[in-house]
Nanobody, 124 residues
Framework: QVQLVESGGGLVQPGGSLRLSCAASGFTAHYYVIGWFRQAPGKEREGVSC????????YYADSVKGRFTISRDNAKNTVYLQMHSLKPEDTAVYYCAASTYSYCSTEVPTYDYWGQGTQVTVSS
């Protein structure tokens, strides 16, 4: 059974850091494109970052470039999203997802499997 489980969310002050984890089970994560998405209340789900299969090429949305880093630990079958210099506008539910596409994508319809999400709140 394919499963993605996010963890690591929480409440953090502006300028703080969090590391989100996406633990995969039922499949080998590095054979898939893994993406991180977020959805704020009243807004559409948006792609934040993704990491491609095997080679591990990465992509970041302009809004997080230079502040977020995606990485994976193949031994743990886990993908991470390290977030620094967090801003109130980063507040959202963060989801990880897996895609069989051959390239990194931040388009929601290109992903086949989704986690349940983890809440990130940036507030003083």
């Amino acid at each position: 059974q394919v499963q993605l489980v996010e963890s690591g969310g929480g409440l953090v002050q502006p300028g703080g850091s969090l590391r989100l984890s996406c633990a995969a089970s039922g499949f080998t994560a590095h054979y898939y494109v893994i993406g991180w998405f977020r959805q704020a209340p009243g807004k559409e789900r948006e792609g934040v970052s993704c990491i491609s299969r095997s080679v591990g090429s990465t992509y970041y949305a302009d809004s997080v470039k230079g502040r977020f880093t995606i990485s994976r630990d193949n031994a743990k079958n886990t993908v991470y999203l390290q977030m620094h210099s967090l801003k109130p506008e980063d507040t959202a539910v963060y989801y990880c997802a897996a895609s069989t596409y051959s390239y990194c994508s931040t388009e929601v319809p290109t992903y086949d499997y989704w986690g349940q999400g983890t809440q990130v709140t940036v507030s003083s």
